[in-house]
C-alpha cells in the first residue's frame, strides 16, 4: 500500500515547493504601485521630516524595510498598515489641507491607518472611497484639528468593516446628526474623548448595536441621560467611559439592559441617588466599577453590591457615603483586587475583613479611627499598594507576623501614630520602593534596618519627633533611594558620613532640624540631584564651591543657618537653578557672573551684602521673585530692572540704596508687591508706577499639594511652598500659597521723596496696601485713591501733606488700617462713617488745622449747621477775616476818642494848656538846635 501512495507524496511535494516558490516571490518586496504611492503621500505628511527615508531615486529600495511607519504582509508583500501620526504639523503652522482619500485607494489591502495628531481640516468631497472599504479595520484620527468634522463623519461610512474608530481630541458640536455613524454597523471600538459633542449626538452613537467599547470621557456632555434609546441601545456594550463630563442627575433604569458591561466608568460628574436603588444592581456581570466624584449616595458596606460575583475593582472617592447597618458574618461573593474609597468615618467596613485578593487598597482622606490595620496585610498576601494617608488612625505601628515581599507602596502619612518606628521594619518590609509615614508623632530614632530596603525609591518621614542621626546604613544601603525627606524633626549630628552611597538621589529634604556642622562634601557624589533643601539648621562654614558643580540643581534652599562667606563663582555653572534660597545667614557677595535665565525665585534677605548689584541677575529674565532685604546694599536700583519681565515679587527693603525709584520699574508688567523701604532714595515718585496692575486679574494656580495614592511613585522634586514677607497693616507677614498670588502692594516708607503723590496711583484698583509714610511728600491726598476697591492699609503719614481729606475715600469699605497722622492737614476728617468708625485719634494726629471725629477738636463752634458740609478751611479763612475788620475799627475808634479826650481836657482846663504849649515848645527849641549843630558836619562828611 505504501508503494502505491508514493506518487500521490511526490506530487503533494511539487506542489508544496511551487507554493513556496510563489511566496518567495510575492514577498521580495512592496509592490512598485504601492511604493509610487507612498511616494505621492510623503510631501504632505513630511513636513517634520520624519519620512526622510521614504527614498524616491533607488528603484531597488524595499519600502516595506523603510521605516516601522509601513508594515507588509509577508506573503502578498502588500501594505497594510501605515502609521503617519505626527508626521504633519499643525494648521496654524502649515495651513489647512483637506484630505484627499484617494491618495490611499493604492493599498488595496490596508488594515490599519493612523493619522493622528496631524493638521486636517477635513475630508474633499466624493472622495471618501479611497481607501478600500472592505479591508480597512483601524481607522485613528486623534487630534488632528478637524475643522469640517461634517464631510468627516460622512465619509466615514465608506468603511462599514471598520472595528475600531479613534477620534479623540476633535470638535464636533452640533454637527453630529442620528446618520453620521449609522453605517458603521460592525464598529466595535469608538474613541471620542475630548471631542465636545453635544447629548444629542448619543442618539447617533447608539445605532452602533456592535460596540464593545466606547469612550466618550471629557467630552463636555451636559444634562441627564435620555431614558430609553441612545446609550440603552447598546447591549453588547462591555466597556462605558464617561468619566469628567458635566452629566447629572439619577442613572436612568434602562442602564439595567446593558448587561454585558464588564467595564463602567462614571467618574468625575454630577450623577445623583441612592446606589441601591439604582439599575447598577442587574450589571452582575461588571468588573470594573468608577464612581468617584458624584453625588451617589452609597452605604459604606458597599451591601448592594454583595452579589456581584464578578465585581473586581470598585472606586467612590468623594461622593455622599453613608454608614449602614453591617453585619460581620454577611460576607460578599466578590474579591476585590483594588478599592479605592474616601468620606468615610468611623471604622473600617467590615466587608474588609473578608477580602483576600486584594492588590491596591486606598482608604485615605477618610475619618478613620483605631490602630493600624495589620490585618489588611496578614488576609492579602499579594497586597502591593496600600493607602491610608489623612485619616485619624492612633497607637503604635505593630509589626506582622509574617514578611510581606510583595508591598512596594506603604502611605500612611496625615495620622496620629506615635512611639518608635520599628527596629525591623526593614526585615519584613523588604520590597517597599515607597514609604510615606510624614506627618504623624512618632519619636525615637531612624532604624537602620531601613537600610536594607534596596528597592527604595522614596522614603518621607518629615514632620515626626524623630531624633538622633541619619544612620549611616540607611546612607549606603538605599542606593535606589530619590527622594529622602526628614523635614521638621529633632535631628541632629553631621548630615552624611564618608560612606555615602545616594548617588541616585534627586531630591534631598532635612529642613527643620538640628543638623551642625559643614555641609558634607560627600553630597558631590549625588550627581543628578535636582533639590537640595538644608534650611532652619545649625549648618556653619563657607558654601562649598563643589555645589555649582551640581549641574542638575533646580532648588537649592539653605537658609536661616549659620554660612559665611560669598557666593561661590562656580555658582554661574548651575544653568537650570530656578530656587535659590540663602536668606538669613552671614552670605558677603553675589558673583557678577551669576545670571541664570532659569532662575526664578531669589531670596537673598537678612545677609550682610554689600555693594552695588551690578550685573549679578542681569539675564534672569525668568525671574518671578528677588527679595534682597536687610542688607547692605547701596548704590541706585540699576536701570536693567526691565530686563526682568516676568518679575512679580521685589523686596529691596532695609538697605542703602540711592538715587531716584527708576522709571523701568514701569515695564515691570507682572510686578504685585514692591518694597523698597527703608532706604535713601529720593526725588519723584514715577505716575506709571505698577500701571499695568488696573489691567491684571490675578490667576490663582492650581495648588501645589497633591495627592499620593496607591499609584504614587516618587517625584523627583517635591516643591517647598514660596513665602515672601511683605509689610502690611504696620505688620510684616509672612505670604505664601494662594494667598500669595493674591496680594498686591506698594511700600516707600522712610526714604527722602518729594513732591506730589502721583494721582494715577489710585488707579489699581487691585492693590491691597500702599505705604507712603515718612518722606517728604507735599500737596493734597489725590481724590482717585477712591478707587483703590480693595486697599487694606494705608498710611500716608510724616510728610508734609497738605489741604483737606478727600470726602470720597469714605467709600473704601475694605480698609483696615488707615493714618494721614503728622502733615498739614485741614479741615473736618471723614467722620465716623462706614469703615473709618474703627479709627481713632492715632490716624489722625499731628494736624493741628483737622476737626472732627475721632479727634476732640469740634468743628460745629465755627460752621453753620446749614452750610453743611462747608470745609473747616474754608470757615478758619472766614473768621480770620471777620476778626481783622473788628481788629481795624476797634483801633481808629479808640484812636480818636483818645485824640478826642486830649483835646477836651486842653480846652477845659488851663492849667493844664499851658503846661501842654510849654513842653510842644521846649520840645521844638531843642530840634532846631540839634539841627542847627548837625547839619554843618553831615555836609562835611
Known amino acids: 500500500m505504501g508503494l502505491k501512495q508514493q506518487p500521490w507524496m ?16 510575492w514577498s521580495e518586496g512592496c509592490l512598485e504601485q504601492e511604493r509610487f504611492a507612498l511616494l505621492q503621500l510623503k510631501p504632505f505628511f513630511n513636513s517634520l521630516h520624519y519620512l526622510d527615508n521614504w527614498v524616491e531615486g533607488d528603484l531597488n529600495s524595499d519600502c516595506c524595510q523603510w521605516d ?7 506573503t502578498t508583500g502588500r501594505i497594510i498598515s501605515l502609521n503617519l501620526d505626527y508626521t504633519r504639523g499643525p494648521n496654524w503652522e502649515m495651513g489647512e489641507w483637506y484630505l484627499n482619500a484617494s491618495l490611499f485607494s493604492p493599498f488595496q489591502q490596508l488594515q490599519w491607518l493612523d493619522l493622528s495628531y496631524n493638521g486636517i481640516a477635513g475630508c474633499v468631497e466624493n472622495e471618501g472611497n479611497g481607501v478600500s472599504s472592505s479591508n480597512l479595520r483601524f481607522l485613528g484620527l486623534q487630534n488632528v484639528s478637524i475643522h469640517d468634522g461634517k464631510t468627516l463623519l ?37 474613541f471620542m474623548d475630548g471631542t465636545n459633542i453635544n447629548i444629542s449626538a448619543l442618539q447617533s452613537i447608539g445605532r452602533l448595536t456592535s460596540l464593545d467599547t466606547l469612550s466618550l470621557s471629557n467630552c463636555n456632555l451636559e444634562g441627564t441621560l435620555p431614558d430609553q434609546g441612545g446609550l440603552c441601545e447598546l447591549v453588547h456594550l462591555r466597556e462605558l467611559y464617561l468619566y469628567g463630563n458635566n452629566l447629572k442627575g439619577a442613572l436612568p433604569s434602562c442602564f439595567g439592559n446593558l448587561t454585558s458591561l464588564q467595564v463602567l466608568d462614571l467618574s468625575s460628574n454630577q450623577f445623583s441617588g441612592n446606589i441601591s436603588l439604582s439599575p447598577l444592581m442587574a450589571l452582575i456581570s461588571i468588573q470594573q466599577l468608577y464612581l468617584s466624584y458624584n453625588h451617589f449616595q452609597i452605604p459604606i458596606s458597599l451591601e448592594p453590591f454583595f452579589n456581584h460575583s464578578k465585581l473586581k475593582s470598585f472606586t467612590c472617592k468623594n461622593n455622599d457615603l453613608y454608614a449602614g447597618t453591617e ?36 482608604l485615605s482622606h477618610n475619618n478613620f479611627t483605631g490602630g493600624f490595620p495589620y490585618w489588611l496585610l496578614e488576609n492579602n498576601t499579594q497586597l502591593l499598594h496600600l493607602a491610608l494617608l489623612n485619616n485619624s488612625l492612633t497607637g503604635p505601628l505593630p509589626l506582622t507576623i509574617h514578611s510581606h515581599r510583595n508591598l512596594m507602596t506603604l502611605h500612611i502619612s496625615m495620622n496620629n501614630f506615635s512611639g518608635n518606628i520599628p527596629a525591623e521594619v526593614g526585615a519584613y518590609l523588604p520590597g517597599l520602593t515607597f514609604l510615606n509615614i510624614s506627618r504623624n508623632a512618632l519619636e525615637g530614632n531612624i532604624p537602620s534596618s531601613i537600610g ?77 540631584i535636582n533639590g537640595l533643601y538644608l534650611s532652619d539648621n545649625q549648618l556653619s562654614g563657607k558654601i562649598p564651591g563643589w555645589l555649582g558643580n551640581l549641574t542638575e540643581l533646580v ?65 534672569s529674565s525668568s525671574l518671578v521673585t528677588l527679595d534682597l532685604g536687610y542688607n547692605r546694599i547701596n548704590g541706585s536700583i540699576p536701570i536693567w530692572i526691565d530686563r526682568l519681565f516676568n518679575l512679580t515679587y521685589l523686596i529691596l527693603n532695609n538697605n542703602n540704596l540711592q538715587g531716584r525709584v527708576p522709571v523701568q520699574l514701569c515695564q515691570l508688567d507682572r510686578l504685585q508687591l514692591m518694597d523698597l523701604s527703608h532706604n535713601n532714595l529720593f526725588g519723584h515718585i514715577p505716575p506709571c508706577l505698577m500701571n499695568k496692575l488696573r489691567d491684571r486679574d490675578f490667576h490663582v494656580p492650581p495648588s501645589s499639594y497633591y495627592e499620593l495614592g496607591i499609584n504614587q511613585t516618587a517625584d523627583p522634586l517635591m516643591r517647598k511652598e514660596e513665602i515672601v514677607e511683605f509689610r502690611t497693616k504696620t505688620i510684616s507677614y509672612f505670604y ?126 465755627i460752621e453753620s449747621p446749614t452750610l453743611l458740609p462747608t470745609d473747616s478751611s474754608d470757615i478758619r479763612e472766614e473768621n480770620d477775616f471777620m476778626d481783622m475788620d473788628i481788629f481795624y475799627i476797634c483801633f481808629t475808634v479808640s484812636y480818636a476818642i483818645v485824640l478826642l479826650a486830649i483835646v477836651a481836657v486842653l480846652f477845659i482846663n488851663p492849667y493844664w494848656r499851658r503846661i501842654w504849649f510849654y513842653v510842644i515848645e521846649t520840645w521844638m527849641t531843642s530840634f532846631y538846635y540839634f539841627i542847627v549843630d548837625h547839619l554843618p558836619k553831615c555836609h562835611y562828611i
Not at 511526490?10 to 516571490?25: A, H, M, N, Q
Open 452 to 528: 536594607d530596603m534596596n528597592k527604595l525609591i522614596s522614603l518621607d518621614l518629615s514632620n515626626n519627633h524623630l531624633s538622633g542621626e541619619i544612620p549611616e546604613h540607611l546612607a549606603k544601603g538605599c542606593f535606589s533611594l530619590q527622594l529622602l525627606a526628614l523635614s521638621n524633626n529633632s535631628l541632629q549630628g553631621q548630615i552624611f558620613s564618608s560612606n555615602f552611597n545616594l548617588t541616585n538621589l534627586w531630591s534631598l529634604q532635612l529642613d527643620g532640624n538640628n543638623f551642625s556642622g559643614k555641609i558634607p562634601d560627600s553630597l558631590y557624589n549625588a550627581s543628578f
Open 68 to 74: 516601522w511607519r509601513v508594515e507588509c504582509n509577508d
Open 736 to 861: 505664601h500659597g494662594k494667598i500669595l498670588t493674591k496680594m498686591s502692594g506698594i511700600d516707600l516708607l522712610c526714604n527722602k521723596l518729594t513732591g506730589g503723590i502721583p494721582p494715577q496711583i489710585g488707579n489699581l484698583p487691585m492693590i491691597h496696601t500702599l505705604n507712603l509714610s515718612h518722606n517728604n511728600l507735599t500737596g493734597s491726598i489725590p481724590s482717585t485713591f477712591s478707587n483703590l476697591k480693595q486697599i487694606e492699609s494705608l498710611d500716608l503719614s510724616y510728610n508734609n501733606l497738605s489741604g483737606k481729606i478727600p470726602h470720597q475715600l469714605a467709600e473704601l469699605y475694605t480698609l483696615e488700617v488707615f493714618s494721614v497722622a503728622y502733615n498739614d492737614l485741614s479741615g473736618r476728617t471723614l467722620g465716623l462713617v462706614a469703615q473709618f468708625s474703627t479709627f481713632t485719634t492715632s490716624s489722625y494726629e499731628g494736624n493741628p488745622l483737622l476737626c472732627g471725629l475721632p479727634l476732640p477738636k469740634s468743628c460745629d463752634a
Open 555 to 619: 532648588e537649592l534652599v539653605m537658609s536661616n543657618n549659620h554660612l559665611e562667606g560669598p557666593i561661590p563663582i562656580e555658582f554661574c555653572h548651575l544653568k537650570y537653578l530656578e530656587v535659590l534660597n540663602l536668606a538669613g545667614n552671614n552670605i558677603s557677595d553675589i558673583p557678577s557672573c551669576f545670571s541664570p535665565s532659569s532662575l526664578k525665585q531669589v531670596h537673598l534677605s537678612r545677609n550682610m551684602l554689600q555693594g552695588e548689584l551690578q550685573d549679578s541677575f542681569r539675564n
Open 10 to 25: 511526490w506530487v503533494f511535494v511539487v506542489v508544496l515547493i511551487i507554493i513556496v516558490s510563489l511566496e518567495s516571490r
Open 327 to 362: 453585619l460581620y458574618s454577611l460576607a460578599p461573593k466578590f474579591q476585590l483586587n483594588s478599592i479605592r474609597m474616601s468620606g468615610c468615618r468611623g471604622t473600617f467596613p467590615k466587608f474588609l475583613y473578608h477580602q483576600h485578593d486584594l492588590q491596591a487598597v486606598d
Open 154 to 190: 460622512q465619509s466615514l461610512g465608506s468603511f462599514p468593516s471598520l472595528k475600531t474608530l479613534v477620534l479623540d481630541y476633535n470638535n464636533f458640536s452640533g454637527i453630529m446628526s442620528s446618520q453620521d455613524l449609522s453605517n458603521l454597523k460592525n464598529l466595535k471600538n469608538l
